[in-house]
């Protein structure tokens, strides 16, 4: 079976996010691929070992995201598509979604995996947006995944909103991964030397037939005005004296001055 | 044109989610911007409770689409029937709330109408009669100001930030509006019990949180009967999470759920960058931590240097005292 996983390029989730002049500094940051997209390539990794077949990376992103894109075919991908075009840019969840749509329709897949949200913009949008346009099915936020024995469909447990459910769905289908689907691999030697050698492939707007004014910057419905650090919290009171006078001090503190309990 | 706003209350097992509430609330300012009515349209089976309550909110009408097909969630059914009233009603501005379905639903509703969604907003002015909205990215480590550069636009709102409308006025009329389309390719089959989770972590007025410093999942008792006491959300660090002593769907960051309560006690957590990013834009923050140099300290509002093995259980007896009291 040939599954395709989206990924998406973000800041280590460690790294302090500098802002200057209304936008996000991003000289000096490592990257990474997001988290929960890298539960979602580790899934696709696990059915392939299992049922045979082929995992393709789609990343939309800058020229840079090559390196990012090569730890996924480090941890065992077998190619990549790389959505790489300065059109691209600029755009919202809206217009991404429009890209990786027409990309994937030219593509050949029996499942489509995605991580539930990136960790940068935190939209949770973009996935369940492709979906749609491609009239597919989607189950979102997903924690277990298993394949029907013909692969035709899929039975999910998810976990939403600290619920729990059993989602099924027909395939082909797009399904997100959430926190505790799977625990990701580290890269091998091996796979870090191999994934040198495999192909990524470059596509861009033209390749996909897409009309400039639909997509990017252009295309976006929603405009990023600034962004900003967020507001201070003013200096915090430490609580002097031993463990059990000031464990009776901050309750105090919290019912009769912050009035929280 | 009038510039009607819709909001989408959540039904969930009968009644309606407290973020229902905080919408009418945002709705009506924004409504009051741009100059147009409060709608909304309740989607769900025999719904019709959670429709007449939120038609007592001051609203000015309320749309119903009531199906067994809306049992449980299936997106494709739930989306047909959303994109149905927005289609019949022609809104500015539809509002969900930030939740897992607000959210799930809005992705797909927006792509199908073709429409900007600003999602999980923390902040909200119309201007220029357009809206600008505020929200939290990189899980709050920076703060984003959306223009949508036109109109219509969806929006969902985050829970917990706006206080919700009363449901006292006289109702509103409640229309309904027929299902067009029942088929699903993909829909929520069963719900599962799991370990009962009293309170959940992203409607929580308060969250008491364990890491590191709970030692072993015996110790995250200590932080589990305070969480009991108060009423609250039990959270946690990556680091209780990865050792395996608390379930991970109670990790609070980064990679996990992003709180905001009105009370945020961090027992045990030195405060890596990825976890204050989940809970610094709680009200009141409390730290409870040995190490006097733990970044914690930097974002609480009260801080206590000390083991939590001391202090939790001295705060756990004072606080049933306290609350005995009121």
């Known amino acids: ?261 | 044109m009038a510039n009607n706003i819709l909001i989408v209350p959540e039904a969930r097992d009968g009644s309606l989610r407290k973020v229902s509430f905080e919408l009418v609330t945002v709705a009506n300012e924004i409504a009051q911007g741009l100059g147009g009515a409060v709608h909304a349209v309740v989607l769900g089976n025999e719904v019709s409770a959670s429709a007449e309550q939120i038609a007592k909110t001051g609203i000015a009408q309320v749309y119903q689409v009531d199906h067994a097909a809306l049992q449980n969630f299936a997106p494709e059914v739930f989306t047909a029937a959303l994109a149905d009233v927005i289609r019949k009603t022609q809104p500015a501005v539809v509002l969900f709330g930030a939740t897992g379905f607000g959210k799930e639903l809005g992705a797909r509703v927006a792509a199908r109408i073709g429409m900007g969604l600003v999602a999980d907003c923390t902040g909200y002015k119309v201007e220029g009669g357009t809206l600008v909205l505020t929200r939290p990215i990189y899980a709050g480590k920076a703060l984003a100001t959306v223009k949508a550069k036109s109109l219509p636009v969806m929006v969902s709102i985050r829970p917990n930030i706006f206080p919700p409308a009363s449901a006292d006025a006289s109702p509103a009329p409640i229309e309904k509006i027929e299902l067009s389309a029942n088929a699903a390719r993909s829909q929520v089959v069963e719900k599962v019990q799991k370990e009962a989770v009293a309170v959940d972590l992203a409607e929580a007025k308060i969250v008491v949180s364990g890491g590191r410093g709970a030692k072993n999942a015996e110790g995250f008792e200590t932080v589990k009967q305070l969480a009991n006491t108060l009423g609250a959300a039990v959270g946690a660090s990556r680091a209780a999470v990865d050792a395996g002593w608390i379930d991970y769907s109670t990790q609070v960051g980064q990679t996990g759920k992003t709180v905001a309560p009105q009370l945020y006690i961090a027992a045990g957590i030195s405060g890596a960058i990825q976890h204050l990013a989940g809970m610094s834009s709680s009200k009141v923050i409390v730290a409870v931590n040995k190490d006097p140099d733990a970044p914690i300290f930097k974002v609480a509002d009260y801080g206590i240097v000390g083991d939590l093995f001391q202090v939790l259980p001295v705060m756990n007896e004072e606080l049933k005292k306290v609350l005995a009291e009121k």
């Open chain 1, 1 to 261: 079976m040939n599954v395709v996983v989206l990924i998406k390029r973000v800041p280590d989730t460690e790294t302090r996010i500098q802002i200057k002049d209304g936008k996000v500094v991003t000289d000096g940051i490592s990257w990474i691929i997001s988290p929960y997209d890298e539960y979602a390539v580790e899934e696709a990794l696990r059915l392939i070992e299992k049922y045979t077949g082929k995992v393709t990376l789609l990343c939309l992103g800058p020229v840079d995201a090559k390196e990012t894109i090569r730890k996924g075919l480090a941890l065992g991908a077998d190619d990549a598509i790389h959505l790489n075009d300065p059109a691209f840019e600029g755009g919202d969840a809206s217009t991404t979604a429009v890209v990786l749509a027409a990309a994937l329709k030219k593509m050949q897949y029996d499942l489509v995996l995605a991580g539930k949200q990136a960790v940068d913009e935190d939209n949770a949008q973009v996935a369940i947006r492709v979906a749609e346009l491609l009239d597919l099915p989607h189950v979102n936020s997903v924690i277990k995944l298993d394949l029907s024995d013909d692969k035709k469909s899929a039975r999910c447990l998810r976990e939403v909103d600290g619920d729990r459910d059993i989602a099924e769905s027909s395939l082909p289908a797009i399904i997100t991964a959430q926190q505790g689907l799977n625990e990701p691999r580290y890269p091998s030697l091996k796979g870090i030397m191999g994934a040198k050698k495999k192909p990524i492939t470059d596509w861009k707007a033209s390749d996909l037939g897409l009309d400039p004014g639909t997509i990017g910057a252009s295309g976006a419905k929603l405009e990023v005005v600034r962004v900003d650090p967020p507001p201070a919290r003013p200096p915090g009171k430490l609580i002097p004296g031993d463990a059990a006078t000031a464990a009776k001090e901050l309750v105090r503190l919290l019912h009769e001055e912050a009035k929280v309990v």
